[in-house]
């Protein structure tokens, strides 16, 4: 199958990226793998290095750059929130309780979407808000799948514990009851990128009163099923693109 598409300086950078998804390559590396000439190889290294799609290792050999996970980051974060709106509304509907959904992003998460209730808004998340990585169902969530040094500097202060998140793991949800706030209760649940990655918790919350005290109870596998819904849709988006 022909790769080029006519531009052949894209075409060329594109190897050089191909060649690098390989692992780090030294010049020489490189050359081999693309097939082009020594001169040309550096040249477009050094320049997709310049826009960060290339770096350099400790050892001084070229890997892929920083640009690209954030690029993937935003296409991924696109698609989720495309794909968030009408499942928040109709965990929304089937719970008659707001749903939000959370990303990380260092010590906070941030509500990037979110179905409200169309009355008793007292205990509603708006978009863009920052809360604590430290308390709420989302929060235990976006933590308890985490590498086992950055879980245990997570639990720093936290109003949960390692025993807690072991078995929101364990049966796949969190649920908290005036954890963030007095008088309100959550449930959770993960959304996970095409590489099984926790990217998002979808979540819905309301008062202790309607929600109990035992609210996974009553809405965990609701919640479950809205979030994996969100995890096929980038599992499917991504098969679409290798295809």
Do not use: Y
């Amino acid at each position: 199958m022909d790769n080029s598409s006519g531009v052949g300086v894209l075409d060329k950078a594109a190897t050089v990226l191909s060649a690098l998804e390989a692992g780090p390559a030294t010049l020489a590396q490189l050359v081999g793998a693309t097939g082009l000439a020594r001169p040309t190889a550096h040249r477009l290294a050094v320049a997709l290095e310049h826009h960060r799609l290339v770096s350099r290792d400790m050892q001084g050999r070229f890997v892929l750059g920083p640009r690209l996970s954030e690029l993937a980051s935003a296409a991924g974060e696109d698609r989720l929130l495309a794909a968030a709106g009408p499942v928040l509304g109709a965990l929304r509907d089937h719970t008659h309780e707001s749903a939000q959904l959370f990303r990380r992003q260092g010590d906070q998460r941030i509500c990037v979407a979110a179905a409200e209730r169309p009355i008793g808004l007292r205990d509603s998340i708006p978009v863009g808000a920052s809360l604590s990585m430290l308390a709420g169902s989302a929060a235990q969530i976006l933590l308890a799948w985490e590498e086992p040094d950055r879980l245990h500097r997570g639990l720093q202060g936290a109003r949960f514990n390692a025993t807690a998140l072991s078995a929101v793991r364990r049966r796949g949800w969190a649920q908290s009851v005036g954890e963030r706030e007095a008088g309100v209760a959550s449930v959770s649940a993960p959304v996970r990128g095409p590489s099984g990655r926790v990217v998002a918790a979808v979540s819905i919350s309301g008062p202790i009163e309607r929600l109990s005290r035992q609210p996974g109870r009553l809405h965990a596998a609701t919640v479950v099923a809205g979030a994996n819904k969100l995890t096929e849709v980038l599992r499917r988006t991504q098969n679409v693109h290798q295809g």
